[in-house]
């Protein structure tokens, strides 16, 4: 049987936020850097890397 794995990590490629996925809060987090956010444009429209070349299947 086939495992479907999800993404951990998305990054717009706009504006450059990074987020990671916090399996305990079951949402995504932004990612921090020395205490700092890594929020980018906070008016961004954001366009996730998570695109037709990420393979939900385990290999």
Same mark, same amino acid.
């Given at each position: 049987?086939?495992?479907?794995? @999800?993404?951990?990590?998305?990054?717009?490629?706009?504006? *450059?936020?990074?987020?990671?996925?916090? &399996?305990?809060?079951?949402? %995504?987090?932004?990612? @921090?850097?020395?205490? @700092?956010?890594?929020?980018?444009?906070?008016?961004?429209?954001?366009? %996730?890397?998570?695109? *037709? @070349?990420?393979? &939900?299947?385990?290999?």
């Amino acid at each position: 049987m086939a495992e479907i794995v @999800t993404p951990r990590k998305r990054e717009c490629e706009r504006c *450059g936020r990074v987020d990671e996925w916090d &399996p305990d809060q079951h949402s %995504w987090r932004i990612v @921090t850097d020395s205490g @700092t956010k890594q929020s980018g444009d906070p008016h961004c429209l954001h366009e %996730w890397d998570i695109n *037709g @070349t990420f393979n &939900p299947l385990a290999e």
